[in-house]
């Protein structure tokens, strides 16, 4: 997911998220009762288009030539998407215009966030009546669930056809997306590593003394002291927190951090049975119940709302915060008032750092009007170029190494910026799905179990087997 959704874990999204996801299950039985239907018909024969030329135009976003018309009796390919994506995707379609003149892309797209979009696209599913293209993500979004219910577009046939070589995207990109069957939906539109990115103020930094993070050597235990050097207080006050840690379950970096003390959510990478009272996941849970109780270093959830991270860094509440990679879009709203800076979050103990690959894709309606077309598109939307767009545009990276090679991002947000995430990308860790795809049940489950411990009301050990109950409810459910 990118930064146009709100994601952070407040009580107040936590039941947001609960409504969220009854909407989703009032829709998946009618989904599943109507998904059974023949597999589309095997994409006719074309010859693949040919490589965009490499270029080394300016970081801004260029302005594509004005559309070009379609020919008469062009296939229309409706595509759907969140809004807060329009003007990359109004970038993309006048450069497909050029391109394709005999198909034509008709943008729909949809306000709000993830808690409006998913809904509404789950609903024109059971109406039939969904985009011939679309935008669905992984990680906090329904790829899976929809991929396993037949609604997305089998793209085998077409990487076979057009010879695509899956080895230009990430191999954690592909690998999640190949967790339904073992084969291909949709084809990775972007990807970040989670929230492992350390954004911080350097500006505090120097002035209390503290070195920057070093990615390579940086440990659990040195930047502990760091969040306590930058703390400030007045009396019982705290002016200044020294980290805020972002702990969304799937959403905002906990699977990370669990993976960083060498745990995860699951006792197999089936997703059957919760691991989160093994001494790796618990070893993980304690650190950040420490920060906040113990250092006394990291907020509580009622000393500084998570949803307002990113105003209070920038107003100078905390000195670091861990987000995603388009949040070095945050540079933009800064502006002179510090000098921005971004590490890693650290390897843990058995020198591994933690991650997971949120992958966003463009699909395919396997029950739409033009399956053929459909998938130009998707290929489209998913080249080289489609990417480095994204990232210039978004501050959201394609699902590719060449994208983040490429010159333009590092130009446009910073190559101090951008270096730091481009070597976490290749090792990043695939998606942590539960077997049967209720990850945002999963999600909402563990957040409202741990939100005691964020709040300092309840011990790791005290939280332990409320949380393994409350997982253990979800993956005893069915597909």
């Not at 729909?108 to 669905?136: C, H, I, M, R």
């Not at 002291?225 to 906990?254: M, N, P, Q, R, Y």
């Not at 993976?259 to 989160?276: I, L, N, Q, S, V």
């Not at 009622?302 to 949803?307: A, G, I, K, N």
Request: proline share 6%; aromatic share 8%; hydrophobic share 40%.
């Amino acid at each position: 997911m990118n930064a146009g959704s709100n994601r952070r874990v407040t009580r107040r999204i936590l039941l947001r998220q609960a409504t969220v996801t009854a909407t989703f299950a009032a829709t998946a039985a009618l989904l599943a009762a109507c998904s059974q239907t023949a597999a589309p018909a095997s994409p006719a024969a074309t010859a693949a288009p040919a490589a965009a030329a490499p270029t080394n135009a300016a970081a801004s976003a260029p302005t594509p030539a004005a559309a070009a018309p379609a020919s008469a009796g062009a296939a229309t390919v409706t595509l759907g998407y969140r809004s807060g994506d329009q003007k990359y995707m109004e970038n993309r379609n006048a450069a497909f215009a050029q391109e394709n003149t005999k198909i034509k892309i008709e943008l729909q797209p949809s306000p709000g966030s993830n808690t409006e979009y998913y809904p509404k696209l789950t609903a024109a599913f059971a109406a039939g009546s969904a985009p011939d293209a679309f935008w669905v993500s992984t990680g906090f979004g329904l790829h899976h669930l929809y991929a396993y219910q037949g609604q997305l577009l089998p793209v085998e046939d077409y990487v076979k056809r057009d010879n695509l070589d899956l080895s230009q995207w990430f191999p954690a990109a592909i690998k999640t997306l190949q967790g339904v069957d073992g084969k291909l939906h949709a084809l990775p539109w972007g990807m970040h590593a989670d929230e492992i990115g350390l954004y911080y103020n350097a500006d505090m930094f120097q002035a209390a003394g503290v070195e920057p993070i070093d990615n390579d050597k940086e440990t659990i235990e040195s930047l502990t002291e760091k969040t306590k050097k930058l703390t400030k207080t007045t009396g019982t006050h705290t002016d200044v927190w020294g980290i805020l840690t972002l702990v969304g379950a799937f959403s905002t970096g906990l699977i990370s951090f669990v993976r960083d003390f060498g745990g995860d959510f699951y006792k197999t990478p089936e997703g059957k049975e919760p691991a989160m009272d093994s001494k790796e996941a618990m070893q993980a849970l304690q650190w950040l119940y420490d920060l906040r109780m113990t250092q006394k270093s990291n907020p509580r959830l009622s000393e500084l709302d998570p949803s307002n991270a990113e105003t209070s860094f920038i107003g100078g509440r905390i000195a670091m915060f861990n987000s995603l990679c388009s949040e070095m879009s945050v540079k933009n709203k800064i502006g002179s008032k510090f000098k921005l800076a971004v590490g890693l979050i650290p390897k843990g103990p058995t020198g591994v750092r933690g991650s997971m690959a949120h992958v966003d894709t463009i699909s395919g309606y396997s029950k739409g009007k033009h399956l053929d077309e459909a998938f130009e598109v998707v290929k489209f939307l998913t080249t080289k170029e489609s990417g480095v767009q994204l990232a210039v545009i978004n501050a959201f990276f394609g699902a590719r190494q060449d994208v983040w090679d490429d010159p333009r991002p590092a130009q446009a947000w910073g190559a101090d910026l951008v270096d730091v995430w481009k070597s976490a990308m290749p090792s990043t860790m695939p998606l942590a799905e539960p077997w049967n795809f209720r990850l945002t049940d999963l999600e909402t489950a563990m957040n409202n179990t741990l939100a005691p411990l964020w709040n300092g009301d309840s011990t790791v050990e005290q939280i332990v087997p409320k949380l393994q109950q409350a997982m253990k409810a979800v993956l005893d459910q069915p597909r």
